[in-house]
Structures are given as C-alpha cells and as structure tokens.
C-alpha cells in the first residue's frame, strides 16, 4: 500500500415537551436527474477543511470582513448591515440586499454584535464593545457617517460590553443588553440618557420587542433561559426556562410564537409566548442525540413563516423545520453553507447567512514579516485603511463571507442535504463504533477493554510542525522554516524517530484561549469562539479560556467530568490548575498542589521533577491513575526579553523535560501497560508550509510502533478520541467523536524497550543580552499569561532571535487541501 498526501478537495427530552429532529422529511419528493445536478455542482466546490469537515457552500456570495457576527434588515428591506467582530480589523459593513452588493464599510475601533436599524432608515446603531458606548451612524447616499455615540459606560476597563441592541419608536427608547455587567440599558433616544440599568444575573446575548412594543424579551447567554422585560413598568416579568446557552432570538409576526437558538444543545426551544412555556424543542443537529457540536446560533423565518431555518455554526449548514404548525414541527432538510455560520436572515425568497470564517482555509503570503510595518488601523469615517491590511496572523485570518440562497424547492432542499451529510464526518454509528482493526490495544466500540491502562497527555504551547521537525528524514517538511531543529530538540527528534513521526496532525483550534479547551474538551462553546478575537485583537475582555468563566465551559464538562462519571481516575499537573489551585470543581483534590503551572520563570525540568516526586510515590502504593494530563509550557518561550532564557534555551528546557518524563515513565514498572501522547494547544506562534493549523504530536509506550512514518490526517479530536477510547469514555462532541483514531500508531504486542532521554545541546542558562529593537519589544511583553501578548510581533521576535535581527521571516501558509489517500499497488 502506498501512502501519499493528495491534492482533494439531537434529541433534548425535558419534561413532556416533545423533541423533533432528524432525519429530514424528504423523501418521495425529488427528481432523480434534477437533484444528481444539484449535487455534482456541489461536489465541484467542495474543500476539505484541516479539522476533516468539508464545506460545499450553496448559492451565492459577497466578501464580509474578519468574523461576522449579527446581520440586520432595515425594515423596508432596502438595507442590510453587517458587524465584523474578529482578532484584526473590526468594520461594519452597509449592503444592498436586493441587488447583493457591498454599499459601504468603515472601521471601527471596538465593536461587537450588537445592530440595530432606526424604523425611519435614517440610523444604524452599533455596538462599540469595550468602549462601552453605542455609535450612531447616519445613512448618507448609501454610505455610513458617524454621527453620535450613546454612552454606557467608561472604557474598558469599566466591565460593560453592549450586545444586542433593540429599538422601540413608539416609546423612543433604546434597549441595549450587554455580557459583562449582565445588565439591561434603557435609553431615551432623544435626550442619548440611561433611564435605569437594569441587573439580569447572567451574561446576554440578544432581545426582541413584542409586536405590542409593551414587552421586551432577553436570552440570557450564561443563564439558560429567557426574561419578559415589562417595557411600561420598567421590570422584569418572568424567566423561562430553555435550552443552554440561549443566544438568538426570532418572533412570529403575531407575537404569538418564539423561537430561541441554543448553542450548546444543538436545539432550538419553541416557545408560546401568552402561555410562557416551551411547547416542543427542535433537534438542530444531523442526527438525533448528537454530543455537542452543532453550536446552533441563529435564527430566521421565512417570509410567509412557515419555514425555519437555524443556523450550526460547528456544522457549516442550516437546519430547515417547517415550523407552519407550532407545536408539531418537522425536520425538511440542511442546507451547506460557508464556514462556522454565525447568523442567518430572509428577505423575500431569499436567504442571507454570515460565515464567520469564510469558505476555506487558505495561503497567506503576507504572513508574519519583520520587515513589514506593524499594523496600524486609522479609524476614520470613510473606506478601509489599505493599512490595515498588510499582515495577516491565524487569528484573524479567515475572512467571513455572506452566503446568498434562494429558498429552495423540495428538489433542491433534497440535494443540499444530501451535501451536508457528504461534508459531515461525524454520524451516530461513528460515534460508538470508531475505525480500527481486531487486536490493536485501541478499541473499535466504546467501552471495550484495552490492555492500556494508563494515559499521559502532556500539553506544550503553540509550534507548527515545520518549526521543529521539518528536518524529520521521511516527513513532509520545508526546512526553510526550520527554528528549533534536532539540535535544539534533540528528544522530541528521538521520540519521533524511535516510534511515530506525525506529519499530518493538525490542531482544532487557532490560540489557546480556544486551545486548551479544544484539547480538554474537543471544542470551544459559541461564547469562547466569539469572544476571545476580542481579547487577543487588545479589545478589552478576558483570557476566559481553561476553566476561567462557566459560561466558556462545555454544558458536560471537560475530559476529567468524563472519567469521573466513568468511574476513571484522573490526576492534573498545571492543567486547569492556576497558582496551585484548580480551575474547575471536577479538579478539587485531583491535581499536584506543588506542580507549577503558567510561570516562565520556572523551567520544564523543574516541573519534570515536581511530577516525578509525586508518580513515584503513587506508583509505590499501586495508585497510579488512569488519565494523566500535564502541561510544559516553555516552547512558548519569553521572546528576546534581556535577562531571561533565549528562546534556544526555554524551547531546548522543554525539550529535555520531555525527554525525562517519557525516559522515567520507559524505566517505571507499569511501561508496558502505559501510552504518553503530546501535543501543542495551538500552533499560532510560527509559518508552515502545509497549514498554519500543522502542528507536533508525539506519541510513545509500551505498545506505541517503533520507527513508523505515520502520514494519516490527525486532529487535537483525533488524539481525544485515541484517548476515550482507551478509557472506555464516550466522545464528548461531534468534533471527537467524527476523528480518526490514531490506531496505526499502535502494535497489537508490547515492545518493553525503554527511551533514553539525550542532555540538552544548548546552556540553559543563556540569556538574551543584546539590546537589539527585538529586546525592546520583548520587554514590553506580558508573560504573565498565555497569549497575554501581541502574538503577531512575537512571532517575528523569536524568528530573529534564531535567524538573525536582520534576517525576513517566510510567510506562514495554509492550504485548504489536506487529505491521505492510501492507494493499494
């Protein structure tokens, strides 16, 4: 068999509210020949996306700018209006609907979510996110002027953060919900005043105003449920109850029926709005009692209302109900659209979505470059700053686009279907039945032993593949990349030669705000996914990753809440474990109270020994347990900051600490029955020649391969379910569950060779010294925290640092074609 790398391309019960879902509704509905063409004219568009989803996006499209997050319609329909709420340049986007054409943007400084259009079209208010203020634009000859601002609040970092926005002309009033202060603005449209500051108790996302204009409906993002605001009275009436993470909001023209998007059930709640109760819940995912994974937020009627449809943002598509009698709704289909879709509108027979990261992944040529200026953003009223545009950085580097659909007939809704299952990886058999073969020591079907008992999962900090391992003999690297070669990593090198190079793996995630939750939990809640482009584009906001705020948390919890349902036991040593304490409750008593977590001041080895102290005693006493996660964070590296480690050093500590763990661990008596997998959270910080999501894993133990080439595409999710599978763990989102496991790493019998770790090749105890413009920036940076940084600039610093001051950094790429094909002789 030769392997190469081608070129290719949920069912809620609560109470007796009844649930409807998939599959949809479309049978004896189609034409055979007519839906063929639909089809094949999908499958020319269709892309392979590095996470193993495909997109074959349906309809039309126009360019919309770094993470769309809302789209409004003014209420002739003449205007529609676009927020751009990413890592890079924030705008906000005027759009002719009718004639599907970009009208006018501008750059704003902060902003996030929250549109609104004035009933006269003469207005668009906007949310101004952590300045904590609501910008007023004037529609002009089709073009947006600035012309007031409504004020919350002071700056960030006064925590206020307006979301969405709702405007009642018949009182004048402006209602603005916001999700740091969890509050309800009420404001007098003429005066630009705040009436009264109301407290919700949890985050919101976003309301509605009855059609009587007397009652305001809010879904409370981090609370679960939805509030009636008493418009007249100036009070919250009553909560209901809904799905989690309740996010947006869609009225029948009655007022009678509402439906609420809820993104970490994969459901939508049908809510009576006179009786206050849910009446049915509307399964949104592919298949009934699907994980979490469909992130479904968003929400939109047909112009007769009688169709749905809803918006998954983790499984590129819309949902299609019939919703024509409320109460007794039924799936009819999925309809393929771009990437991570984030919110959908109707006008007339056609249909509006948001991608929030576009169509694809793709190169960027004008990567990290130390010779290129720092981006610097002009906020004018007026056209994009062509300054804005001059790096790209992963972060912020797919662009979203608004897809444009015309409404479907039975026969068309029938082949776009049929698309999106083609482009889904996940499926319910998959997720208790995994790909394998009989006898390798990871099981096929959940639950089967494995005479692996023991699981280390060490987490590192943010390389790509070429960075380190391009020179592996036999993987596909470009050695023109190379920064921390054999040299610097002499056991990482080793690990890979002696058992398994990887050089397909890819992470999920893009930082490690989103990072370390992808690796914990195989993915990232819609409020993580939203919200940390905020924080890492110096925004305001808070490094909300890792267990630090509920609401970015799984409704399931992460790995640990899984094996302590499993009856698995499980120890951290600095994951999810801050300053000697833990992040998250399933953690209390479960993690070293003496393992360092985030300091750079303390080295890899260091840790290595704290983590020794502790496994030797628990070996001694047969306590060992199963699932073991670790962090070594000093690949990260301090950049060239005066008088602490070169990035040679910090990057060659972690290397050696590596080396001793799995040399240790070779040398302990439970080897034979132990497997250590490694990984980077992220792989931001750095160019590769494949994908800026490539990344280094390594895998080792007693029944690990030895001197095997691995070329099959692998995922963060890929070595979860690896994981869970050894465990006897269920996956805990579609995103695991839909992976390919990493069998062909392992040998059905054991091999008790152990692992000789190599000494370091570099001092580490060298330090930066000169004072070169990189020292400089250096110094300036916050090591404090992961990624508390400009991670764009310290990517060029640690470049120079390796290559010289003078020396250009090659551009990252990423290529939206990554896939194995095994071809039999």
């Given at each position: 068999?030769?392997?190469?790398?081608?070129?290719?391309?949920?069912?809620?019960?609560?109470?007796?509210?009844?649930?409807?879902?998939?599959?949809?509704?479309?049978?004896?509905?189609?034409?055979?020949?007519?839906?063929?063409?639909?089809?094949?004219?999908?499958?020319?568009?269709?892309?392979?996306?590095?996470?193993?989803?495909?997109?074959?996006?349906?309809?039309?499209?126009?360019?919309?700018?770094?993470?769309?997050?809302?789209?409004?319609?003014?209420?002739?329909?003449?205007?529609?209006?676009?927020?751009?709420?990413?890592?890079?340049?924030?705008?906000?986007?005027?759009?002719?609907?009718?004639?599907?054409?970009?009208?006018?943007?501008?750059?704003?400084?902060?902003?996030?979510?929250?549109?609104?259009?004035?009933?006269?079209?003469?207005?668009?208010?906007?949310?101004?996110?952590?300045?904590?203020?609501?910008?007023?634009?004037?529609?002009?000859?089709?073009?947006?002027?600035?012309?007031?601002?409504?004020?919350?609040?002071?700056?960030?970092?006064?925590?206020?953060?307006?979301?969405?926005?709702?405007?009642?002309?018949?009182?004048?009033?402006?209602?603005?919900?916001?999700?740091?202060?969890?509050?309800?603005?009420?404001?007098?449209?003429?005066?630009?005043?705040?009436?009264?500051?109301?407290?919700?108790?949890?985050?919101?996302?976003?309301?509605?105003?009855?059609?009587?204009?007397?009652?305001?409906?809010?879904?409370?993002?981090?609370?679960?449920?939805?509030?009636?605001?008493?418009?007249?009275?100036?009070?919250?009436?009553?909560?209901?109850?809904?799905?989690?993470?309740?996010?947006?909001?869609?009225?029948?023209?009655?007022?009678?029926?509402?439906?609420?998007?809820?993104?970490?059930?994969?459901?939508?709640?049908?809510?009576?709005?006179?009786?206050?109760?849910?009446?049915?819940?509307?399964?949104?995912?592919?298949?009934?009692?699907?994980?979490?994974?469909?992130?479904?937020?968003?929400?939109?009627?047909?112009?007769?209302?009688?169709?749905?449809?809803?918006?998954?943002?983790?499984?590129?598509?819309?949902?299609?109900?019939?919703?024509?009698?409320?109460?007794?709704?039924?799936?009819?289909?999925?309809?393929?659209?771009?990437?991570?879709?984030?919110?959908?509108?109707?006008?007339?027979n056609r249909i509006f979505v948001a991608n929030g990261k576009g169509f694809s992944s793709f190169a960027n040529p004008r990567g990290p470059n130390p010779i290129a200026k720092k981006q610097q953003v002009t906020y004018q009223q007026g056209d994009t700053s062509k300054s804005a545009q001059e790096v790209q950085y992963i972060a912020g580097l797919m662009k979203g686009t608004l897809s444009v659909i015309d409404?479907?007939?039975?026969?068309?809704?029938?082949?776009?279907?049929?698309?999106?299952?083609?482009?889904?990886?996940?499926?319910?058999?998959?997720?208790?039945?995994?790909?394998?073969?009989?006898?390798?020591?990871?099981?096929?079907?959940?639950?089967?032993?494995?005479?692996?008992?023991?699981?280390?999962?060490?987490?590192?900090?943010?390389?790509?593949?070429?960075?380190?391992?391009?020179?592996?003999?036999?993987?596909?690297?470009?050695?023109?990349?190379?920064?921390?070669?054999?040299?610097?990593?002499?056991?990482?090198?080793?690990?890979?030669?002696?058992?398994?190079?990887?050089?397909?793996?890819?992470?999920?995630?893009?930082?490690?705000?989103?990072?370390?939750?992808?690796?914990?939990?195989?993915?990232?809640?819609?409020?993580?996914?939203?919200?940390?482009?905020?924080?890492?584009?110096?925004?305001?906001?808070?490094?909300?990753?890792?267990?630090?705020?509920?609401?970015?948390?799984?409704?399931?919890?992460?790995?640990?809440?899984?094996?302590?349902?499993?009856?698995?036991?499980?120890?951290?040593?600095?994951?999810?474990?801050?300053?000697?304490?833990?992040?998250?409750?399933?953690?209390?008593?479960?993690?070293?109270?003496?393992?360092?977590?985030?300091?750079?001041?303390?080295?890899?080895?260091?840790?290595?020994?704290?983590?020794?102290?502790?496994?030797?005693?628990?070996?001694?006493?047969?306590?060992?347990?199963?699932?073991?996660?670790?962090?070594?964070?000093?690949?990260?590296?301090?950049?060239?900051?005066?008088?602490?480690?070169?990035?040679?050093?910090?990057?060659?500590?972690?290397?050696?600490?590596?080396?001793?763990?799995?040399?240790?661990?070779?040398?302990?008596?439970?080897?034979?029955?132990?497997?250590?997998?490694?990984?980077?959270?992220?792989?931001?910080?750095?160019?590769?020649?494949?994908?800026?999501?490539?990344?280094?894993?390594?895998?080792?133990?007693?029944?690990?391969?030895?001197?095997?080439?691995?070329?099959?595409?692998?995922?963060?999710?890929?070595?979860?379910?690896?994981?869970?599978?050894?465990?006897?763990?269920?996956?805990?989102?579609?995103?695991?569950?839909?992976?390919?496991?990493?069998?062909?790493?392992?040998?059905?019998?054991?091999?008790?060779?152990?692992?000789?770790?190599?000494?370091?090749?570099?001092?580490?105890?060298?330090?930066?010294?000169?004072?070169?413009?990189?020292?400089?920036?250096?110094?300036?940076?916050?090591?404090?925290?992961?990624?508390?940084?400009?991670?764009?600039?310290?990517?060029?610093?640690?470049?120079?640092?390796?290559?010289?001051?003078?020396?250009?950094?090659?551009?990252?790429?990423?290529?939206?074609?990554?896939?194995?094909?095994?071809?039999?002789?």
């Amino acid at each position: 068999m030769r392997t190469s790398i081608g070129l290719a391309i949920a069912c809620l019960s609560t109470a007796i509210v009844p649930v409807y879902g998939q599959q949809p509704d479309v049978a004896g509905k189609s034409d055979v020949k007519a839906e063929a063409a639909i089809v094949q004219e999908l499958d020319q568009k269709r892309v392979l996306l590095p996470n193993g989803w495909q997109l074959s996006p349906a309809g039309r499209s126009l360019p919309l700018g770094d993470l769309p997050l809302n789209l409004v319609v003014s209420s002739s329909g003449r205007y529609m209006a676009a927020t751009n709420n990413g890592q890079s340049v924030q705008s906000i986007q005027l759009i002719d609907p009718v004639n599907e054409r970009l009208l006018h943007q501008v750059m704003v400084p902060k902003s996030w979510y929250g549109l609104a259009f004035s009933e006269d079209e003469k207005y668009l208010y906007a949310s101004g996110g952590n300045d904590n203020w609501i910008l007023q634009y004037e529609l002009n000859n089709d073009r947006l002027v600035l012309r007031d601002s409504i004020i919350l609040g002071k700056k960030w970092p006064e925590q206020v953060s307006p979301a969405g926005i709702t405007l009642n002309h018949k009182r004048n009033e402006m209602y603005v919900v916001t999700k740091e202060n969890n509050s309800l603005y009420c404001i007098d449209l003429r005066s630009k005043e705040t009436r009264k500051i109301i407290p919700l108790g949890a985050e919101a996302y976003a309301s509605v105003l009855s059609r009587d204009h007397r009652s305001l409906f809010i879904s409370l993002w981090g609370g679960a449920k939805i509030l009636e605001y008493d418009v007249r009275r100036q009070q919250i009436k009553r909560s209901l109850e809904v799905g989690n993470h309740p996010n947006e909001l869609v009225l029948s023209k009655d007022g009678a029926t509402m439906y609420v998007a809820n993104s970490n059930d994969n459901s939508v709640s049908v809510v009576d709005v006179k009786g206050w109760k849910v009446i049915e819940v509307l399964n949104a995912a592919l298949y009934p009692d699907a994980p979490e994974g469909s992130a479904t937020n968003g929400v939109a009627l047909s112009t007769d209302e009688k169709t749905l449809y809803v918006a998954n943002a983790e499984n590129n598509c819309l949902a299609v109900f019939d919703v024509s009698e409320p109460g007794r709704s039924r799936s009819v289909g999925f309809i393929p659209v771009g990437w991570y879709p984030t919110n959908v509108k109707v006008t007339g027979n056609r249909i509006f979505v948001a991608n929030g990261k576009g169509f694809s992944s793709f190169a960027n040529p004008r990567g990290p470059n130390p010779i290129a200026k720092k981006q610097q953003v002009t906020y004018q009223q007026g056209d994009t700053s062509k300054s804005a545009q001059e790096v790209q950085y992963i972060a912020g580097l797919m662009k979203g686009t608004l897809s444009v659909i015309d409404q479907p007939d039975a026969i068309t809704l029938g082949a776009y279907s049929k698309a999106v299952y083609t482009n889904t990886p996940y499926s319910k058999e998959g997720e208790l039945l995994a790909a394998g073969e009989p006898g390798n020591p990871i099981p096929m079907k959940v639950g089967d032993p494995s005479p692996i008992k023991h699981v280390f999962y060490i987490i590192k900090e943010n390389r790509t593949y070429d960075q380190v391992l391009s020179d592996m003999p036999g993987g596909n690297g470009d050695t023109s990349l190379l920064l921390f070669g054999e040299r610097i990593t002499p056991n990482q090198h080793k690990l890979a030669k002696e058992f398994v190079l990887l050089d397909n793996f890819y992470v999920d995630s893009e930082v490690s705000a989103d990072g370390h939750n992808w690796s914990l939990a195989a993915g990232a809640t819609d409020y993580l996914e939203k919200t940390w482009p905020t924080n890492y584009g110096g925004r305001g906001g808070f490094y909300d990753g890792e267990g630090n705020r509920a609401i970015a948390n799984p409704t399931k919890g992460f790995i640990w809440d899984y094996c302590k349902r499993a009856g698995v036991s499980f120890r951290t040593y600095g994951e999810f474990a801050d300053d000697y304490k833990a992040n998250i409750p399933v953690l209390e008593g479960n993690f070293c109270p003496y393992f360092t977590s985030w300091d750079e001041r303390v080295r890899d080895t260091t840790r290595f020994y704290q983590w020794r102290r502790e496994f030797d005693s628990l070996v001694a006493v047969n306590a060992v347990p199963q699932f073991n996660s670790l962090r070594f964070i000093n690949d990260h590296t301090e950049g060239q900051r005066i008088g602490r480690p070169t990035p040679f050093a910090h990057v060659a500590d972690n290397d050696w600490a590596v080396g001793l763990f799995v040399e240790h661990l070779s040398k302990s008596p439970i080897w034979n029955q132990s497997v250590v997998f490694i990984v980077e959270d992220d792989a931001q910080n750095g160019p590769d020649h494949v994908d800026a999501h490539r990344t280094t894993a390594y895998v080792a133990g007693g029944y690990v391969k030895r001197n095997f080439i691995d070329h099959t595409m692998y995922s963060t999710s890929s070595m979860l379910r690896t994981i869970e599978l050894i465990l006897g763990l269920p996956p805990m989102s579609q995103y695991d569950a839909a992976a390919t496991p990493m069998w062909r790493c392992f040998s059905k019998t054991t091999d008790p060779t152990g692992f000789v770790s190599v000494p370091s090749n570099v001092d580490l105890n060298d330090k930066n010294v000169a004072n070169t413009p990189s020292a400089v920036k250096s110094a300036a940076f916050d090591f404090s925290k992961e990624d508390a940084i400009p991670d764009l600039v310290f990517s060029e610093v640690i470049w120079k640092a390796v290559k010289g001051e003078h020396s250009e950094m090659p551009a990252p790429r990423r290529s939206a074609f990554l896939q194995i094909k095994e071809e039999k002789k």
